[in-house]
């Protein structure tokens, strides 16, 4: 059974930074996209992140400059380095991606994280 288990989130004062790991577990095929959503009280949830099993990244407008994604493949792992934060980057953080799972079906399919509370004081 595959699952996505986020770490690392808490409190921290504006201009902190933080580090999210997401790591997936179970009976893995691959790993293709890995993405981080987040969603704020009241609010929809949002794309954060995503990187491609290469290595290719995107971030929303909100986090370039400030958020960094990466990957470790050999361990399927996937990061969120938050720094300059935000009080409006408070929310729950979801870590998100689609695996085939070594196990029949060998079909790919979305998983979702548990999520990790961020908090960010003024």
């Known amino acids: 059974q595959v699952q996505l288990v986020e770490s690392g989130g808490g409190l921290v004062q504006a201009g902190g930074s933080l580090r999210l790991s997401c790591a997936a577990s179970?009976?893995?095929?691959?790993?293709?996209?890995m993405d981080w959503y987040r969603q704020a009280p009241g609010k929809q949830r949002e794309l954060v992140a995503i990187?491609?099993?290469?290595?290719?990244?995107n971030y929303a407008d909100s986090v370039k400059g400030r958020f960094t994604i990466s990957r470790d493949n050999t361990k399927n792992t996937m990061y969120l380095q938050m720094e300059s934060l935000k009080p409006e980057d408070t929310a729950v953080y979801y870590c998100n991606a689609v695996i085939t799972a070594a196990t029949l079906p060998k079909t790919p399919r979305n998983y979702w994280g548990q999520g990790t509370q961020v908090t960010v004081s003024p």
């Open positions: 179970g009976s893995i095929f691959s790993i293709n996209v």
């Open positions: 990187i491609t099993s290469g290595g290719a990244t």
